[in-house]
């Protein structure tokens, strides 16, 4: 129960480090920390609501090895955070079986997620024809200190779909980038070159991106008909309806008050998470949130162990009412809607008064804000024009920046999130120099009308004839 319990206070201070400053914030990190809880939040309240220490003990065993069996990512995650925490996790688990590809819902092999490596490159190659392949997505981002980076190729095969069939989709996924450079003039033709150390990636004419690592996964519905799928058909077993049934999270009906605090801890996990979506990461309070949680596996633990239903009640309840009190006024507020509208419960917390508006004055001198003379780039995207679910889809192009303070704020306010985008830009260059933290950002033009953001003079300089989703203020 113990390590079931570090477990979730790694992921809120996973969270918390890396958010802490927007300078490096780690947006994957906390998707990847907040969406182990999506199923896990409830198993873990389970094990927990009982005095009788034994019991305790094989529920959480069930819970773990419930959580393990969610894919090797989810273990590997379980076995680097308990460490982190203290604990050999996987002495705990049993022994996992290779993995092996799986089969879609007509039966037909999916391509697996595989690591760029030079045999499985030459294996693309050979029924896939990268030297024409256009690039549809492309996404650098920051993780820390470190680049990663997202590439969708559009590709044409090499052997008979069998049907009309769109072009295959090459996803690629890019650890510690080392070197970028991209413009729209570099969208078409693509070479892969494979090191021991390093990965290659020439697009077009100049671009190119390189990497000390990555992975891959092919999206097409004909795979089963290259000479790859054919091998992994021949050795992959027949779909059977039972593998289809889905498993069901262990546990059983929680007592209302432990009930309402599991329900506002997995609806905070899922606005957490919801930060996978760029637009809404500068929206999230993943700081105050985490400090309101700060500490939630012992409390927890604490309360679920209480002996009889009354006293285990009352301290679920003092638990929800110090988490509200961590957070804040606005958490509280929004804690207080959570356990009213998804728990059925109001009575718990009283809900702060909402802060009347103030109209400024005339006599205000205050300054306004403007575009700042500072930026540094957390994430730069660019999607081709494309048709998908026969619709049209125009380009795009996606800025995540830090920000400092506003001019009438206190210098010593932290750097705050912004997330932009704009339709059909008429220019897009992305360099390695963009992310060498904060530099001169300048703004040509208004944000509602034609404007072209530089970042670093030119590493990043993109321009949209229409505006931008939002002004960079």
């Known amino acids: 129960m113990s390590v079931l319990m570090a477990l979730l206070n790694r992921s809120l201070d996973q969270m918390a480090e890396a958010a802490a400053d927007v300078r490096l914030f780690d947006r994957e990190a906390i998707r990847a920390a907040s969406d182990v809880w999506d199923n896990n939040l409830f198993p873990l309240f389970w094990a927990a609501c009982t005095s009788d220490a034994g ?37 705990l688990l049993p022994s996992t079986e290779p993995h092996m590809p799986g089969r879609d819902y007509r039966g037909h092999v999916m391509a697996p997620q595989r690591r760029l490596t030079r045999r499985n490159m030459d294996e693309l190659v050979s029924d896939y024809d990268l030297a024409s392949a256009s690039v549809r997505h492309l996404q650098v981002e920051r993780a820390g200190t470190r680049l990663t980076a997202f590439l969708r190729l559009a590709a044409d095969r090499k052997f008979a779909a069998g049907e009309p069939a769109p072009p295959a989709l090459l996803d690629v996924w890019l650890d510690d980038v080392t070197d970028i450079a991209f413009d729209l003039s570099d969208t078409q033709g693509v070479i892969l070159d494979v090191g021991a150390r390093e990965i290659g ?141 998804q728990a059925g419960r109001s009575d718990i917390i009283e809900t702060p008064r909402t802060p009347e508006r103030t109209s400024p004055s005339p006599t205000d001198s205050s300054p306004v804000s403007g575009t700042p003379s500072q930026a540094a780039l957390i994430m730069a995207a660019w999607t081709a024009a ?5 619709t049209e889809c125009p380009a795009a192009a996606q800025l995540q920046l830090a920000l400092p303070p506003r001019a009438h704020e206190n210098s010593s306010e932290p750097w705050r999130l912004r997330t932009i985008g ?52």
């Open 422 to 473: 704009c339709t059909e830009p008429n220019s897009f260059r992305l360099h390695a120099d963009a992310f060498q933290g904060s530099g001169p950002f300048v703004q040509v033009g208004k944000p509602t009308a034609a404007c072209s953001l530089d970042l670093h003079q030119g590493a990043l300089l993109v321009a949209a004839g229409d505006g931008w989703s939002a002004s960079v203020s």
């Open 201 to 341: 990636i020439s697009l077009g004419p100049g671009g190119q991106l390189r990497a000390a690592g990555g992975e891959c996964r092919l999206d097409d519905r004909s795979w089963h008909l290259s000479t790859a799928g054919r091998r992994a058909d021949a050795v992959t077993a027949p779909r059977t309806s039972r593998s289809r049934r889905p498993r069901r999270p262990p546990g059983a009906d929680l007592p209302p008050d432990a009930h309402a605090a599991a329900v506002l801890l997995r609806h905070a996990m899922l606005e957490l998470r919801s930060v996978r979506y760029a637009a809404r990461a500068d929206h999230v309070p993943v700081l105050k949130l985490c400090r309101a949680f700060s500490g939630a596996g012992e409390a927890i633990l604490a309360a679920g162990s209480q002996r009889g239903d009354r006293r285990r009640e009352a301290a679920f309840q003092d638990v929800i009412r110090t988490w509200a009190d961590e957070g804040g006024p606005g958490i509280t507020r929004w804690f207080s809607a959570v356990l009213r509208e």
């Open 386 to 390: 494309h048709i998908r679910y026969q």
């Open 55 to 91: 019991e305790r003990e094989r529920r959480a065993m069930t819970v773990l090895e419930w959580m393990a069996g969610l894919g090797e990512p989810r273990r590997e995650w379980m076995t680097k955070q308990g460490a982190i925490a203290g604990y050999d996790v996987e002495a």
